[in-house]
């Protein structure tokens, strides 16, 4: 057990819906990060939190976007879901923003039919 | 261009034998640190070791550990004593510093099978 919590661990929605994603990082860890795994992307950064705020962007599409809380957890929102949305959601956290180890929640995976 | 590269989409180790899993990387930053993951079947991405770019000594974590040769851009990872639970995805990843926060960019993932 990572210390990372994610909810749901299953999702599964129609086309056009929107769905958000919940993660508890590890005590005293300040950054989160979100990233998609899926088998034609492979596993792909999409956002970086630090402290409440915005540290770093990846691929995150228009539709996608996610805060961080003033006590620490994340929320990642999908919107207008697409069928190639559904994936492997995860969110890490480490205890800095940049040089630590990231350890990772057990994902959530979504299915968008 | 920052990469990763995992030439080995899948290999086989006999129980109780060593494995070596490659991975090479791409990156014209000085400062970074390298990540081997393992991912059962289960789904969730376990750390296993870490290697900075700037030190002088590989890393060891128990049966794991990461052979770094900086010149060649390569940190492949070493499973001494194969175990049955060892059977899963393994990921390598490298992070770089700068104003790109500690993203880790991700290999493709060599898939072992440890056999009985």
């Known amino acids: 057990d990572s210390g990372v919590t994610q909810t749901p661990k299953h999702l599964i929605t129609a086309t056009g819906q929107r769905v958000t994603l919940r993660c508890s990082p590890r005590s005293g860890d300040l950054s989160v990060y979100w990233y998609q795994q899926s088998l034609d992307q492979g596993l792909q950064f999409l956002i970086q939190?630090?402290?409440?705020?915005?540290?770093a962007k990846g691929n995150i599409l228009e539709r996608f976007s996610a805060q961080q809380f003033p006590d620490l957890h994340s929320e990642l929102n999908l919107s207008s879901l697409e069928l190639g949305d559904s994936a492997l959601y995860f969110c890490?956290?480490?205890?800095?923003?940049?040089?630590?180890?990231?350890?990772f929640g057990p994902g959530t995976r979504l299915t968008v039919l | 261009a920052q990469k990763i590269t995992q030439t080995q989409p899948g290999m086989f180790v006999q129980e109780k034998e060593a494995v070596t899993l490659d991975c090479t990387y791409d990156?014209?930053?000085?400062?970074?640190?390298l990540f081997w993951y393992k991912q059962p079947s289960s789904g969730e991405m376990i750390f296993l070791i870490y290697q900075g770019s700037y030190d002088q000594q590989n890393a060891t974590e128990g049966r794991y550990s990461l052979n770094f040769q900086k010149a060649r851009k390569s940190a492949n990872l070493v499973i001494s004593a194969s175990q049955l639970g060892d059977s899963a995805m393994y990921f390598c990843?490298?992070?770089?510093?700068?104003?790109?926060?500690?993203?880790?960019?991700f290999g493709q993932g060599t898939e072992l099978s440890v056999k009985p």
């Open positions: 990156t014209s930053d000085p400062s970074y640190g």
């Open positions: 939190y630090y402290n409440g705020e915005e540290r």
């Open positions: 990843a490298m992070r770089v510093r700068g104003n790109q926060g500690g993203k880790l960019i």
């Open positions: 890490a956290s480490s205890i800095s923003g940049g040089d630590n180890e990231q350890f």
